[in-house]
């Protein structure tokens, strides 16, 4: 039977990829661990590669296509003995069906400005519907996903007529076209949960593009990292109950002992180092979790998630979205390390090339506006983290000392908190901690 090669899932919040490149063609022999294909995600590209041995009978996405989900074939592999027509036999084979999910789709829908309908009572069914499997996808052949993506039919209003409601080439016939479109921000808003009783409805594309006069703007086509962080801050704003606590702290000695530990920090060979400020808010800030414990924590439905680890996610700008390479155990590195670490995860970060456990799992985030001169702003916390810290710039203002007036250097810290799990007296003492390693930064080495 020949197998079907799925688009993979490169990281935990992957729903669809680009498929980039191919590096096979149909009739080419492949064996384990072969690199076939290059996949574009929202963060990185990675290599895809064969798992088994034999042939590839068919390539059902061509390379450049963007928007491949997740779980859904790609192309197929002959086993040994197989010929191409081993391909017209999936079709009609009951056993293709019975392997679900191989090969599925989630299901598309339309964006409307409509608030979603109410759900239909349990034992409520449609027998027009296409049948699908306990996921909720749809279940089709390899070929009539391929129809339908070249076609750009709604596989959603397709009823099946093979085995188990399965659709085939021939279900298509006569089918509507251009009626498939891709998950849009306004469905994701659709799904959000609902307030005062009536669901968050979401301005429809139709009516913005009704907004705007034809030829005043140009439309740019969203790509992957933009739809995740669409969709994700929709969520962490829809979900997690912001607040918002700031504190100031100044900067002098700070700056006084990173000007000393720079002007005798080797500059050339392994050990060299350039320590920067945003290195000392980041060890700072894995201290202060360490002395706060409670503040480090995650929530879930089944309990509140207690970590040992102070792994800092750090926001790294690039062009169409960001970057959160983690910094892990901040608590036990020493500056120079977390200072050249994160200047090769922002490096790689910028040319995409970061693996998926390098910018996934942190504890908390950190987002440094400073140097763009942003003095004060709140970050929306990075799902499923509890806070986030945004750092201003550090400016020279004048601080009452005493009975004088002195200019000091100041930076303004304002941290997110998620209220489930953070309170305002809990936070405070995280910030807390956090102003005292940042204004007597020797502690940190200690």
């Not at 909720?136 to 007529?161: C, E, F, V």
Request: net charge negative; glycine share 8%.
């Amino acid at each position: 039977m020949p197998i079907p090669i799925l688009m993979p899932a490169l990281s935990p919040t992957m729903e669809v990829g680009t498929l980039a490149k191919w590096h096979v063609t149909e009739g080419d022999e492949v064996s384990s661990g072969d690199i076939i294909a290059e996949i574009e995600t929202d963060k990185a590209t990675m290599e895809v590669e064969a798992v088994d041995e034999g042939t590839i009978g068919s390539i059902t996405i061509e390379e450049g296509t963007a928007n491949v989900a997740v779980n859904s074939t790609i192309a197929v592999l002959l086993l040994e003995g197989e010929d191409k027509t081993a391909l017209d036999s999936m079709d009609a084979a009951p056993a293709a069906a019975a392997k679900a999910p191989v090969g599925e789709e989630k299901p598309t829908a339309t964006p409307s400005s409509e608030p979603a309908a109410a759900p239909k009572a349990a034992n409520a069914t449609n027998s027009n519907a296409p049948q699908s499997n306990t996921n909720g996808r749809i279940i089709a052949s390899p070929l009539a996903k391929r129809i339908a993506k070249q076609k750009n039919i709604d596989l959603t209003a397709i009823k099946g007529s093979g085995p188990n409601g399965r659709i085939i080439k021939a279900d298509l016939e006569g089918a509507p076209e251009g009626t498939a479109v891709s998950r849009s921000i306004g469905e994701i808003a659709q799904a959000a949960p609902v307030t005062g009783g009536h669901a968050i409805s979401p301005v429809s594309d139709k009516e913005i593009f009704a907004t705007y006069e034809e030829g005043t703007y140009d439309l740019v086509p969203l790509d992957n990292m933009r739809k995740v962080v669409a969709e994700r801050l929709t969520v962490a704003k829809s979900t997690i109950p912001h607040f918002y606590l700031t504190i100031d702290c100044e900067l002098d000695s700070l700056l006084d002992a990173r000007k000393r530990l720079n002007a005798q920090a080797p500059t050339e060979g392994p050990n060299a180092f350039k320590i920067s400020v945003n290195d000392f808010i980041i060890k700072a800030m894995g201290l202060a979790l360490q002395q706060v414990p409670d503040a480090n924590s995650t929530w879930s439905t089944q309990g509140i998630l207690r970590h040992k680890r102070s792994d800092v996610s750090v926001a790294v700008a690039v062009e169409g979205g960001l970057f959160t390479p983690v910094i892990r155990h901040c608590e036990l590195k020493t500056l120079s390390e977390i200072s050249n670490e994160m200047k090769d995860l922002a490096f790689r970060a910028r040319s995409k090339k970061l693996a998926p456990h390098e910018y996934t799992g942190g504890t908390t985030s950190i987002s440094n506006l400073g140097m763009f001169g942003i003095k004060k702003f709140d970050a929306v916390i990075n799902p499923p983290q509890s806070t986030i810290l945004a750092v201003g710039a550090g400016e020279r203002r004048p601080i009452i000392v005493g009975d004088k007036v002195e200019p000091r250097t100041v930076m303004s810290v304002t941290l997110s908190c998620d209220h489930r799990v953070v309170d305002g007296a809990l936070g405070a003492e995280l910030l807390g901690a956090f102003k005292g390693y940042i204004e007597d930064p020797v502690t940190m080495l200690v």
